[in-house]
């Protein structure tokens, strides 16, 4: 046989169950192709003929990188082409590597590794999840139908008994060949086929799901989970049949967890209790490929266990102290302990359902230990709001840092909460969908776990605490991360030092040098840290030299300073990703600042309503901004601008620079608000004409502005109103007297 239509025959490459495959020259596009086509022995079969048309069309209606595309369908001669991959099987690669492993050789490289099979065992379950979403089923996923290019690519092949979900199975009367693709009346490779095909029912996506599972127990082990000889032993011995953990049947072999446990879950007889969908088998991989933690349950805690939990105590929290004594602003709150650490990466599961009067509901994180802590003044907590109260935050020290407006929990209704802690992320998940997430450059330094609550109206079932065991990769930050938690500064900054030495341009290395910066502050060096802070200059991570600096001068008490230096990094990078660090270290040293001086808040405020005004919205933010405007003294020469909401923070802008003595930031201002200064003076005068000059109120920080007074006297001066220049004067004379 030299040819098969126009196709030049050059050698035969396979035959299977159905059909046989040759490698082919395609004179009209001078190419080479793989042709398939019926076996001649089945030709007369009208069901097999139907089914070998069916295997072309489906694959030529799947348009995927792990599925071979169709060129051409040639109906009448029952033959179809496609790419020829040059390669070799994953059932021939598994079987070299168990021949050299048995001789204490190495094996092919893409087999000597776990992650390297994963890498291949990725695209496959992608490719099946696809082709299970386009409606249709494999039926015989193995090894031996995995084709692995010459260039790494990874191909599923041989659609011959691919069907429709929901499609019935043909029969016809042909000899079994056993642990081949059969074309008799159960199709399918017996080693890989669920109980329920077995036993004659219908394919499903649970019953391809399996033939993962058994795929991935022998990637795993390199071995099969059962011994079937044939479709009729394997009947026989259904309920007898059992299989080894994946640790026991290959011990000296790396086998992570999850994907042991995944394998399991695939394997499982009844197709009820199996991965409901192969997207479960993909998470797992891709989750191990990127190095992310295996959960470990280290603790299961109970609410009404008293053994479970350090203490539990009644605080006080307090807000905006420093800004009004408004009581509404401090509440008392139950707050709970676990004697449980958690240290690394961590995972703690519930079920949470609250009553009709609850407010919501919070979980507290990287509390220091008893000798460190002050109530919650350090830490993290994470709060889920109810109907009553939507929203959910995560606050640091007490100081919202992230907020999602739209989150709450419905009255009587059970949830399932999950947070996550992996290295520097925190996120939250409510039944399954992850609703927040809050990323920090410094590493959280406590350990332990807790609950808070202000109203006892809810239920929570046993809280699970899991722990992240070692993963494929570890952390290079978790060293240094570690000797910080002990406060072995200088331990900590040497290492975090070599990680920027080894990890150049590189997040790491970025996370590295801030953090080795934050050693720095906390013994108290800040000149070294400022210099270590410079070194981001013209980087990727060029916005975080300012975020650094900011701290310092915060630590060194130089606020004005660290205004400065967050404003000038905004203006500098305005675009730039790492801004988004700038904003949020804005926010929360606003909202931290109103707990302890009124100047300070002032300041930060100022810088918000100019720069980043899109902040003002979150629920804390805003609650600070109403308070200030009732707090803020109106200024008679300059009349508030409601006319719109920008138009009214520029006001309150204005003012602020007045009160602080910030002239240049009055000058810039100027030039945007309706209602300048100088544009302003006449009418101003005339209201101050009208009141005594010592019952006109005196600002807040007099010592900074009466400058401000004096230009106001010199532009009545220029006017020619001596009088009224008098009468600034005498007001700057009132606040020199006031504040001595």
């Not at 596009?29 to 079969?45: G, N, P, T």
């Not at 609250?354 to 460190?372: A, D, H, I, K, N």
């Amino acid at each position: 046989m030299d040819k098969i239509g126009r196709y030049q025959i050059i050698r035969r490459i396979a035959r299977g169950g159905m059909g046989e495959v040759f490698l082919a020259y395609d004179p009209l596009f001078s190419r080479q192709v793989a042709l398939k086509r019926i076996r001649e022995d089945l030709m007369k079969y009208k069901v097999l003929r139907a089914r070998f048309l069916r295997e072309a069309r489906i694959a030529a209606s799947l348009t995927h990188p792990s599925i071979v595309p169709v060129y051409e369908i040639h109906e009448d001669e029952l033959y179809y082409t496609m790419p020829f991959v040059e390669g070799e099987s994953l059932k021939d690669i598994l079987q070299r590597c168990r021949e050299a492993e048995k001789e204490g050789l190495p094996g092919p490289e893409i087999g000597q590794s776990t992650y390297g099979l994963m890498s291949i065992f990725l695209p496959i379950c992608q490719a099946i999840h696809f082709i299970h979403s386009k409606g249709f089923l494999h039926r015989d996923i193995k090894p031996g139908n995995i084709i692995i290019g010459k260039f790494g690519e990874v191909r599923i092949i041989d659609w011959g008994v691919a069907i429709a979900i929901g499609q019935m199975d043909e029969t016809v009367d042909v000899k079994e060949e056993p642990g081949l693709t059969s074309p008799g009346k159960v199709v399918g490779t017996v080693s890989y086929m669920a109980p329920e095909r077995i036993m004659r029912q219908p394919a499903t996506v649970q019953t391809d799901i399996y033939a993962l599972g058994v795929t991935l127990y022998l990637l795993l082990t390199m071995k099969l989970p059962f011994k079937r000889s044939s479709l009729e032993q394997a009947r026989a011995n259904l309920k007898n049949e059992s299989w080894l953990d994946p640790f026991e049947a290959a011990p000296f072999r790396e086998i992570p967890p999850n994907l042991s446990k995944i394998a399991k879950a695939c394997l499982q007889p009844n197709p009820h209790k199996r991965c409901v969908s192969v997207l479960e088998l993909i998470d797992a991989i891709e989750n191990y490929i990127a190095g992310k933690p295996e959960w470990q349950k280290i603790a299961e805690l109970d609410l009404e266990n008293a053994a479970d939990w350090e203490f539990q105590e009644t605080i006080h929290l307090t807000k905006q102290q420093a800004v009004t004594p408004a009581l509404d602003l401090t509440e008392w709150v139950v707050l709970m302990i676990a004697k449980q650490p958690l240290c690394g990466n961590f995972r703690i599961a519930t079920q949470l359902q609250l009553g009709y009067s609850s407010q919501g509901f919070g979980f507290v994180f990287s509390v220091p230990t008893p000798e460190e802590r002050a109530g919650l003044q350090k830490g993290l907590m994470i709060w889920i709001g109810s109907e009553k109260n939507p929203g959910c935050s995560l606050s640091c020290s007490n100081t919202q840092v992230a907020y999602v407006p739209d989150i709450s929990l419905t009255s009587e209704k059970e949830y399932k909460i999950e947070i996550v802690k992996e290295e520097h992320i925190f996120s939250l998940f409510i039944n399954d969908r992850e609703v927040l997430k809050y990323e920090s450059w410094w590493p959280f330094v406590g350990n332990h776990f807790g609950l808070l609550y202000n109203e006892a109206d809810f239920e929570i079932g046993p809280i699970e605490a899991y722990l992240g065991s070692s993963s494929r990769m570890v952390n290079c930050l978790s060293i240094p991360d570690a000797f910080m938690a002990k406060h072995e500064l200088d331990k900590a900054r040497e290492e975090y030092l070599k990680i920027v030495s080894s990890f150049k341009g590189r997040r790491e290395g970025r996370e590295a040098l801030f953090r080795a910066g934050i050693c720095s502050i906390k013994q108290k060096k800040f000149d070294e840290a400022n210099s270590l802070f410079e070194r981001f200059g013209r980087t990727e991570g060029a916005p975080l030299e300012y975020l650094g600096k900011s701290i310092t001068y915060q630590k060194e008490g130089e606020f004005d300073e660290e205004i400065k230096c967050l404003e000038l990094g905004l203006r500098r990078y305005p675009r730039h990703p790492s801004s988004s660090f700038l904003f949020e270290q804005i926010h929360f040293r606003l909202l931290e600042s109103s707990k302890q001086s009124l100047q300070v808040t002032f300041g930060f405020l100022l810088l918000t309503l100019r720069l980043v005004p899109d902040i003002l919205p979150r629920p804390e933010t805003k609650l600070l901004y109403e308070n200030i405007k009732k707090t803020l003294l109106p200024l008679p020469f300059l009349p508030r601008d409601m006319s719109s909401p920008r138009a009214e923070q520029l006001s309150i802008a204005t003012e602020l620079a007045f009160w602080l003595g910030k002239e240049s930031i009055l000058k810039e201002l100027g030039m945007g608000v309706e209602g300048t200064l100088k544009k302003n003076v006449d009418s101003a005068l005339e209201i101050l004409t009208l009141q005594k000059p010592e019952k006109v109120i005196l600002p807040f920080f007099p010592e900074k502005s009466t400058h401000l007074y004096r230009q106001l006297a010199i532009l009545c001066r220029a006017k020619g109103r001596r009088m009224k220049a008098a009468l600034f004067e005498k007001l700057i004379t009132n606040l020199l007297s006031s504040s001595r």
